[in-house]
């Protein structure tokens, strides 16, 4: 066997290593919480080595930071989505559909968010974490009322980035009141009514 075929074999076995790791820790956390999960837990359930479980991660926060950037990539590919409207109908229309399956997403990831929400009150490194992913979001948010502005479908004489802010914790307000399951009406009449108030303020 060559030296080339011997390093892809122990690679590929790497990454799978790190996987369950990672598939482990979820368990666990979803089970315990953050504040009392344990990397221990998590190497036991996953059947590996402690040597081999600090090769990959320094410890719990290490673990849960990835966590979190899997389940806020499905979050982000909702924010991603292509923004060029030609009417304020259409731009309307299309942050509607955002809001939307931002918010529902919420829901489908629940369990996992409460475990974010703990850590980030715990955790500086977390806590950092979710703020630097905020961030990217109201970046991308800060883009598309740029393009409105230059399209001359939104106010120019607004702030694109302090109203990209204010979209965005909007947002987040609901999606953390969605984690807790303390929302009242449904995630369309959320959706419905902060993006009525967000576009008739912003567009022309």
């Given at each position: 066997m060559t030296d080339e075929k011997?390093?892809?074999k122990r690679h590929l076995r790497s990454i799978k290593t790190r996987e369950k790791l990672l598939e482990a820790a979820k368990e666990v956390f979803l089970e315990d919480g953050f504040h009392k999960a344990t990397i221990s837990?998590?190497?036991k359930?996953?059947?590996i080595g402690y040597g081999?479980?600090?090769v990959h991660f320094e410890g719990k926060e290490d673990i849960l930071i990835v966590l979190?950037?899997?389940v806020m990539e499905k979050f982000y590919e909702i924010a991603e989505v292509s923004f060029f409207p030609k009417t304020k109908k259409?731009?309307?229309?299309i942050i509607l559909e955002q809001a939307t399956a931002f918010l529902k997403m919420a829901e489908t990831e629940r369990n996992m968010m409460q475990v974010f929400e703990q850590a980030i009150g715990i955790s500086t490194a977390?806590?950092?974490k979710w703020k630097a992913i905020r961030e990217k979001f109201i970046q991308r948010i800060s883009e598309d009322i740029a393009y409105a502005q230059e399209s001359r479908l939104a106010r120019p004489e607004l702030n694109h980035k302090l109203a990209a802010r204010g979209w965005f914790f909007t947002n987040e307000m609901y999606l953390w009141e969605i984690v807790r399951n303390e929302h009242l009406d449904t995630v369309e009449e959320v959706a419905k009514t902060i993006t009525?108030?967000?576009?008739r303020g912003l567009y022309l």
């Open positions: 011997v390093i892809d837990q998590m190497i359930k996953a059947n081999t479980a600090y979190m950037e899997n259409e731009a309307m229309e977390i806590s950092n009525a108030i967000y576009t």
